[in-house]
């Protein structure tokens, strides 16, 4: 079938992740046909595009919508995600004696975290595809953001999440509607239950790279760092990875800028960190040659919810944009995790996620060890808001 259409996206095919096999970009896809692995998007970036596509008067993800996939915009499920903040942090930078170190703040987003650009995106190219209905296993934030988006689009959603997730995570999902099923594990078990209730496939499977989608809404955060940061990019990215979406998306938009012109033609990329919680570090151990894959890999639940991925679909892809960009693998502790949660907070006024504050801590432990130098220009990418995690947290302001 061919859909035509007045579309200013310069979306071409999806690509299987593996081999490059190509795949319709026009009709309803899941994971590549060839390897059942993570499908790609192309865009034509050989026409020229300037950089006054940009729409500036939209302060959302949505000013770069020729690069991303959807056709027509009265399809756009959005509730003004993207376009976050970059803080600096003079308080930690004079501390630390650090030259630069920036935040980019994704708690402001919708939904409290940066989990609603990839869910805009994913529910508006279901809703053009004439999707009813969708379905996820979530951490926490995923179901929040897909419940939301599914909602104002009029759909049915279905979260399977962790029965020990934070409260807050549950109650927002019931507000916007949502059937909520919780599950004794990690995400892994509830991808299992998921797998199980929608063996037939009535509801779109929305789960992290199991659709092409949310990895684009997901690749803003790197054209916006590129456009704040007035076209020039930071040493280091310091990004707290589960599934990896946010690490691959990012990667990928740099790749786009630079087929497009939009970086100066001897840019250095960013060297990509990903940080992960000791308690579940299935990256880490791969990324150190501990283990062959994580296909195996058993993690225990952590108060950085979103880092609780034992066994991610997109690890390799992960681990490609380590090695291509000389990136590296980190993990924090629970109580470090704390710690930085606190800094974060006395020092600069922010309350962010776990996962935020996982991401500080790493790169203070890269400064220790040398693998970082004060000089350089840090980002941090914080994901999410604290607020929804109070349960893992609580009282833990003081020590
Ligand atoms: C989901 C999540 C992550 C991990 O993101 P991925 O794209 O799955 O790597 C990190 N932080 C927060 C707050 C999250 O919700």
């Given at each position: 079938?061919?859909?035509?259409?007045?579309?200013?996206?310069?979306?071409?095919?999806?690509?299987?992740?593996?081999?490059?096999?190509?795949?319709?970009?026009?009709?309803?896809?899941?994971?590549?046909?060839?390897?059942?692995?993570?499908?790609?998007?192309?865009?034509?970036?050989?026409?020229?595009?300037?950089?006054?596509?940009?729409?500036?008067?939209?302060?959302?993800?949505?000013?770069?919508?020729?690069?991303?996939?959807?056709?027509?915009?009265?399809?756009?499920?959005?509730?003004?995600?993207?376009?976050?903040?970059?803080?600096?942090?003079q308080n930690l930078a004079s501390r630390y004696n650090l030259r630069s170190l920036v935040l980019k703040d994704e708690g402001k987003n919708p939904t409290g975290s940066f989990k609603a650009r990839g869910l805009s995106m994913a529910i508006s190219k279901a809703k053009e595809l004439g999707v009813q209905g969708c379905i996820v296993p979530t951490a926490g934030n995923a179901g929040v953001a897909m419940a939301a988006y599914c909602a104002k689009a009029g759909m049915r959603a279905v979260v399977a999440m962790p029965r020990h997730t934070p409260k807050a995570f549950k109650e927002e999902c019931y507000w916007y509607g949502a059937e909520v099923q919780l599950i004794d594990g990690l995400i892994n078990d509830c991808a299992a239950w998921v797998r199980e209730t929608n063996a037939d496939g009535h509801l779109l499977d929305v789960s992290t790279l199991k659709e092409p989608y949310r990895i684009e809404g997901k690749k803003t955060m790197g054209y916006e760092i590129a456009e704040q940061l007035g076209w020039h990019l930071p040493d280091v990215l310091l990004y707290p990875a589960g599934g990896g979406t946010g690490l691959i998306g990012i990667w990928k938009a740099f790749r786009e800028m630079q087929a497009l012109g939009w970086l100066p033609a001897d840019v250095k990329l960013p060297r990509m960190v990903a940080v992960q919680a000791e308690n579940c570090q299935p990256l880490v151990e791969t990324f150190l040659g501990r283990q062959a894959n994580s296909q195996q890999y058993n993690g225990k639940p952590t108060i950085a919810n979103g880092l609780a991925v034992p066994r991610p679909l997109g690890e390799p892809l992960m681990l490609n944009v380590l090695h291509e960009s000389q990136g590296t693998a980190v993990s924090i502790s629970?109580?470090?995790?704390?710690?930085?949660?606190?800094?974060?907070?006395?020092?600069?006024?922010?309350?962010?996620?776990?996962?935020?504050?996982?991401?500080?801590?790493?790169?203070?432990?890269?400064?220790?060890?040398?693998?970082?130098?004060?000089?350089?220009?840090?980002?941090?990418?914080?994901?999410?808001?604290?607020q929804k995690y109070l349960e893992n947290v609580e009282g833990r302001y003081d020590q």
């Open positions: 079938m061919t859909i035509c259409t007045e579309t200013s996206s310069r979306i071409t095919n999806l690509e299987c992740s593996v081999c490059g096999a190509p795949h319709s970009a026009f009709k309803l896809q899941r994971v590549s046909v060839c390897h059942g692995m993570p499908l790609i998007a192309r865009y034509d970036l050989l026409d020229p595009l300037p950089k006054t596509s940009i729409n500036l008067g939209e302060a959302s993800m949505w000013r770069y919508r020729e690069l991303l996939p959807l056709l027509e915009d009265e399809n756009r499920v959005s509730l003004g995600e993207g376009f976050t903040p970059i803080i600096a942090l629970e109580d470090e995790m704390l710690e930085g949660m606190r800094e974060l907070g006395k020092q600069e006024g922010l309350f962010v996620a776990p996962e935020g504050a996982a991401v500080w801590m790493a790169a203070r432990k890269l400064l220790a060890s040398g693998w970082l130098s004060a000089d350089e220009q840090i980002l941090l990418l914080n994901t999410g808001s604290g």
